[in-house]
């Protein structure tokens, strides 16, 4: 007879951009079936300075897994995002498939304008703030921007925040 010793236990290693393909290793071993992931909010990868290192290695890990693995990035910020992946000689090109979001509409603006209200007591008017977020392209980033600029002045409309956003002497994202 041969007795053998308990299942030794895989070290994360301490290399951050080796760890995500340990970490599913792991994660894929634990569940004993296939996965989903889903990377919300996945544009802010393209933010940091090491961007490209950590899309390396998570396609590296990913495309190992493939078989086991379904993957959605999904986010705000719909330019960013199609950028991450459109982009040549960049680690995540042609990665995955553009899939759009069914536009944000009235329901959307709804939620926004309860919310708007509770903060500030104020009421957002929903006709012109649908007319502002059609106006950016049914995004949210740039809308909720508009928003906070009209929370943050009393006495401005959503379409005010929109005009400051875009300022040219407005230091942003979108001036």
Known sequence: SVELGEVGQRKIPDNPYLAFDALLTSLLEAAGRDLVLVFDEFQAV??????????????????QASSRVGVVFSGSSQTLLLEMFS??????YNFANAEPYPLLKE???GHVARLFSAATKRDLNQAIA?????????QPAPFLNAVGNAMSTPGW???DGLAAMLDAKAVNTWS
């Open 107 to 109: 329901d959307f603006v």
């Open 130 to 138: 649908l007319r502002v977020l059609e106006a950016v392209g049914h």
């Open 157 to 159: 409309s959503v379409e």
């Open 46 to 63: 393209a933010e940091v300075p090491e961007a490209d290192a950590i899309a390396a290695a998570l396609r590296a890990a990913l495309t």
């Open 87 to 92: 982009r040549a000689q960049t680690p995540l």
